[in-house]
């Protein structure tokens, strides 16, 4: 696609870069009155039966999903075209997904600024090695990034550093508007634990929301994850890395079923909403069904969504993600090269 097809596309994508205030407010009634009726649900079952109670709590953990893809899009400033109705409402969904508003805003901004540029990594986004960067790095190096790239610390102990510690705190470049939200965010968080601890009991707090929490937040993490961890994304150096590129190239579209599509806000329309962060999920749809250039987005589903638990490095060289193990034989050859030049040479006598 050239740069003029690019101008023409995001053209014919601005009017849907205003939100419609019925569809927002009624997305807020349809997602956060059903989430708290199931919670309460989840802690009258308690009584019947635990099994319950936890098939309950996964349906309400897809459900804070769909609330945190309405915090999201305040974030983004696309909810609503008021910019304090984006403010209040992405402040309030952030107390109830655990997220500062201001805080992730900011991160998430670099990271839609700066995704599937190699030279800026680091802010807002997973962390990414090259097969250069690990065969040059050291042991402990390796290992950390092993650790980090295993299912379970990234999905099981990801949303509780994450979520529970990493959100609690500033960053040291965060300005008063950023750490007063922040403070804000986290005495909401702890008034609104309390006033339920002592409404049903911290047993039966836990019991419910704990589930929900770890749910969701696994949930969340994936679909950051898999949505730019696929094996022909899309990485470039400064140099050549382009925008455009970055979005349609380097997000995918998540096929989902319709259910889980409308749970998680549409937003397996992902290379949609990087090429125009201003649509509210509510189009995303729409607009990918529209724009044919949209539909050449690498398409993966459930099932194919899996295999990106393989992909651990980029190759910079071949332009697509391999495992660790296929990382194994560069290392060996990379040895074996190195013993032959620095074996001495020997002459027949």
Known sequence: MSKLDHRHLRKELAPYETANTRNSVW??????????????????????SYLLTFAISIIAAGFLVRIFIIF???CHGSFFRNKTANQIVGTI???????????????????HATSSNLNKRGTGDVWVMTVDEYVAASKLQRLSYRLYRNPFVMFVLGPIYIFLILYRFNTKTAKWKERLNTYI???AIVAVI????????????????????LISGSLGIWLFYVQHQFEDSYFENQDNWDFIKAAIDGSSY????????????????????????????YYLEEVHNRHEPLQGATTITLSTSLR??????????????????????????????????????????
């Open 308 to 349: 990106s638990l393989h992909f651990r490095l980029w190759d910079e060289k071949n332009k697509k993600f391999i495992g660790f193990k296929e990382v194994k034989s560069i290392i060996l050859k990379e040895k074996e090269s190195s013993i032959s030049v620095s074996a001495p040479s020997t002459e027949n006598s």
């Open 194 to 213: 309390t006033l339920l601890c002592w409404l049903v009991g911290w047993e039966a707090f836990l019991l419910v929301q704990g589930p929900i929490f």
């Open 93 to 111: 969904t952030g107390i109830l997904t655990l997220c500062p508003f201001e805080q992730w805003k900011h991160s998430h901004s670099i990271h």
């Open 185 to 187: 965010t986290n005495m």
């Open 27 to 48: 997305q807020i009634i349809n997602t956060l009155v059903p989430f708290f009726l199931l919670w309460f649900f989840a802690y009258k079952s308690l009584s019947i």
């Open 254 to 281: 998540y096929k989902l079923p319709k259910i889980l599509q409308w749970l998680t806000g549409n937003i397996g329309f992902h290379h949609v909403h990087h090429l125009a962060p201003k649509i509210p999920n």
């Open 72 to 74: 999201h899009d305040c």
